[in-house]
């Protein structure tokens, strides 16, 4: 099992749509876990840090589910510059190692 | 802020020659850098993991002596591509990370093309 999965997708939505991704961790002493965003042929970056209260950035939100060990984003009214990947990222546990998941490709069609 | 640039961006060279690439964190200490490599639509793979002072870690799979790396101080991480093959052209990405914190700042990525 990898030690953390997307799905790749694509994922095909027409603007204004909602869209949720989710991304499972293996290792249970996992404190730290991110959202970033890779656009193509640039780095990734930022996109918003995720809490165990779940935290809200305009139309992104994200969510840890700690017993069921995934993560989630949800975009709603989503834009056609939301088109990019999604990297999962989270900390291997202790030691400061960041694994990043393999990401989900998003496209946004007008 | 948290900047990170990269030096240079794209770099065409022989087969045979090497390439160094540099990477900056601007506005804040980097006690840990990370190098990857990305190939056209694939995930990042980390190729190694540097922190100031010492000697990087490598992944598995990742020759070390193909590969140099150097971080030197806390802003300054350079990736020598030695004897370099037309197999690693790739996207060449690096990124810093403060000490005690799990966020990772990329730089712009360095595209390599081995002719």
């Known amino acids: ?110 | 802020g948290a900047v990170v640039s990269q030096h240079p961006s794209w770099v065409i060279c022989k087969s045979g020659t090497s390439v160094k690439i540099e990477c900056r964190s601007l506005d804040f200490q980097a006690t840990t850098m990370f190098w990857y490599r990305q190939f056209p639509k694939q995930s990042l793979m980390l190729m190694a993991t540097s922190n100031e002072g010492s000697k990087a870690t490598y992944e598995q799979g990742v020759e070390k002596d193909k590969f140099l790396i150097n971080h030197a101080s806390l802003t300054l991480s350079t990736l020598t591509v030695t004897s370099a093959h037309p197999e690693d052209s790739s996207f060449y990405i690096c990124s810093a990370r403060r000490a005690q914190s799990y966020e990772q700042y990329f730089g712009p990525g360095t595209r390599l093309t081995v002719t």
């Open chain 1, 1 to 110: 099992r990898k030690e953390v999965e997307q799905d790749p997708g694509p994922f095909n939505v027409p603007e204004g749509a909602t869209v949720a991704f989710n991304c499972t961790y293996s290792n249970s002493a996992s404190q730290s876990f991110f959202w970033y965003r890779q656009d193509c042929r640039k780095e990734p970056k930022l996109l918003m840090s995720v809490y165990s209260s779940g935290n809200e950035d305009g139309r992104f939100t994200a969510q840890l589910n700690r017993a069921s060990q995934y993560i989630s984003l949800l975009i709603r009214d989503s834009k056609l510059s939301d088109s990019a990947t999604y990297l999962c990222v989270v900390d291997g546990g202790g030691g400061f190692k960041t694994i990043f998941g393999a990401g989900t490709r998003l496209f946004v069609k007008a």
